[in-house]
């Protein structure tokens, strides 16, 4: 199979879809890996690096997606990049269709079969590709949070931890998953005081045993999350339904009513946000006010410590690669139903239910 590797483009993105050892893993197997020119020089990969990793290097995007059968990439493709894309061809990366009808009416009118990263399954019920990158996003948003908190970013002024005779802040964290265990963690090592909302007691179970009583878990309801937000200096969103868009989970009314200076950071924001106030930032322009709320609501988080990210989404993707190339796509998914959960958009259709009733579009179930 020919692969083809696109420079990202999307605003401060600096992660790539493969990283040398990954196209070492394919060319060894016979295949063929086109990279663009610098794709990785952001991170610290050369050109030289992925030529001696086998790889041949093309100077544009326009090239890469001209003559690839499969396109690897991290982001959702931009608009320029879903022109370039054909029938037949195949996508894989991630997509976060919910939110994004735009993207979606481009990609069913490209023709191309497109697999995203954050609905592949696993055996435990996990969504393996989305994990990394949930991890590097979780543990960013108490970095970017205590950022957020101090005077210079219109915050609170509070530092996280306190100090001996001055008590901690108090951060408050929506949804006991992936995201809100890895922010947990973080909370905790700077010393702040860590309440964590769910609606599954196994989850609320789990992070008892993680945590002991470093941390407050918290049953989720109506009333137990107005007063956990409402009381929070730093609140965290990490709710996640895959597929389907962010449920808004704090109202801008509950925002209006939070203290003065205390901070959001929505982790869900390519799902659409769980904060009705929410709206996708860049790393260019990060924060904006609402009602003296500090907003952190960054569309691609991890992008921020590339070079972390993208090592450890190559180590969750390549098995995912090289069984699309080895197998061919139809093949791939009639032997992996967790891979197949992955299909959203094949021929002009959507084929992923969640998305469909997101976006109030048909659904069109496919068997491989």
């Not at 979780?138 to 306190?162: N, P, T, V, Y």
């Not at 239910?353 to 068997?367: F, M, N, P």
Request: proline share 4%; charged share 20%.
């Amino acid at each position: 199979m020919l692969i083809g590797v696109p420079k990202e483009i999307k605003n401060h993105e600096y992660r790539i879809g493969m990283v040398p050892a990954s196209v070492e893993e394919l060319t060894s197997r016979g295949h063929q890996v086109m990279v663009q020119a610098n794709g990785g020089v952001g991170i610290g990969f050369t050109d030289a690096d992925y030529l001696a990793a086998g790889a041949t290097i093309i100077e544009t995007a326009k090239e890469i997606f001209a003559a690839a059968d499969m396109i690897v990439k991290v982001k959702e493709p931009q608009a320029v990049e879903r022109k370039m894309l054909r029938p037949g061809q195949l996508l894989f990366t991630y997509l976060h269709l919910a939110p994004d009808p735009d993207q979606t009416d481009d990609l069913q009118a490209s023709g191309a079969t497109c697999i995203a990263y954050e609905t592949v399954t696993s055996e435990r019920g996990g969504l393996p590709l989305l994990a990394p990158m949930s991890e590097v996003a979780g543990r960013m948003s108490i970095q970017a949070g205590a950022a957020c908190l101090e005077k210079s970013k219109e915050g609170r002024g509070m530092l996280l931890g306190g100090v001996p005779g001055v008590e901690p802040a108090k951060v408050t964290i929506i949804g006991g998953g992936v995201v809100g265990s890895n922010a947990a963690r973080m909370a905790i090592g700077m010393g702040a005081q860590v309440v964590i909302l769910d609606r599954s007691v196994d989850v609320l179970r789990r992070l008892v045993s993680e945590f002991g009583t470093a941390i407050q878990t918290v049953y989720s309801s109506k009333a137990t999350l107005e007063e956990h937000v409402l009381s929070a200096d730093l609140v965290i969103g990490g709710v996640l339904i895959p597929g389907a868009a962010a449920p808004k989970l704090v109202t801008a009314d509950m925002v209006s009513r939070m203290k003065p200076g205390s901070a959001i950071v929505d982790v869900a924001i390519d799902q659409g946000g769980c904060f009705a106030t929410s709206h996708a930032t860049t790393h260019q322009d990060p924060t904006y006010i609402v009602d003296g709320v500090v907003h952190y609501c960054v569309a691609n988080m991890p992008g921020a410590v590339a070079r972390t990210s993208t090592l450890a989404l190559n180590n969750a993707t390549l098995p995912f690669i090289v069984s699309l190339a080895d197998l061919g796509w139809q093949e791939a998914i009639r032997r992996d139903k967790h891979l197949a959960n992955g299909l959203n958009v094949h021929n002009g259709q959507i084929t992923s239910k969640e998305v469909a009733d997101a976006l109030g579009r048909e659904y069109i179930s496919y068997c491989a």
